[in-house]
């Protein structure tokens, strides 16, 4: 299964890319199982997973939705300002 991984903002400089793509042998995957692997990739980004929000496409979703095979999941950092 290959996904495709988008990083916004703050992550994308952490990460020094703005997009990977990830392969994986399961058959059933959830974000939560993208986002493990990313950390595993990107070690930096670590403290900052707690309060990424993820999306799917263009759809806000939880750690727990199914991903699917082609997906695009997307990291996005908190933002601030005034």
Do not use: N, W
């Given at each position: ?27 059933a995957l959830t974000v939560r199982d993208v986002v493990d ?46």
């Amino acid at each position: 299964m290959r996904v495709h991984v988008v990083f916004y903002g703050r992550l994308k400089q952490d990460t020094g890319t703005k997009q990977a793509v990830l392969d994986f042998d399961a058959q059933a995957l959830t974000v939560r199982d993208v986002v493990d692997r990313v950390v595993t990739q990107y070690p930096a980004l670590r403290p900052l997973l707690d309060t990424v929000a993820c999306t799917i496409g263009a759809e806000l979703v939880s750690p727990d939705q199914a991903v699917r095979d082609g997906d695009e999941v997307g990291l996005l950092p908190p933002v601030s300002g005034g």
